[in-house]
């Protein structure tokens, strides 16, 4: 079955960095676009960035532009996600999903699978 394990997640300063992966497993990655989204305490979920099929075009949410960067390694069947300049806003349950359609990048239902979330604390 397909699975999407995300790591990297945990407790930083404001300021700092992490560094999320995402590894799938049981299908076939390079067909699948790939997006992270978030959700935080008490709030909705939220879409953070997309990676088209071959790594070519990238969206992020304004909130993060220039701060984090997706890329993904279809050798190693891996989505990343670099946050840098962390601020404790970003604290949040990051999960990634596949999509497998053409379909808006930003919107949940757009997604066929997903992870079970990495949790990221920022303090302040």
């Known amino acids: 079955q397909v699975q999407l394990v995300e790591s990297g997640g945990g407790l930083v300063q404001a300021g700092g960095s992490l560094g999320l992966s995402c590894a799938a497993s049981g299908l076939t990655f390079r067909n699948y676009a790939m997006g992270w989204f978030r959700q935080a305490p008490g709030k909705e979920r939220e879409f953070v960035a997309a990676?088209?099929?071959?790594?070519?075009?990238?969206y992020y949410t304004g909130s993060v532009e220039g701060r984090f960067t997706i890329s993904r390694d279809n050798a190693k069947n891996t989505v990343y996600l670099q946050m840098n300049s962390l601020k404790p806003e970003d604290t949040a349950v990051y999960y990634c999903a596949a999509r497998s359609r053409v379909s808006h990048y930003g919107a949940e239902e757009s997604y066929d699978y997903w992870g079970q979330g990495t949790q990221v604390t920022v303090s302040s």
């Open positions: 990676i088209n099929w071959g790594g070519g075009s990238l």
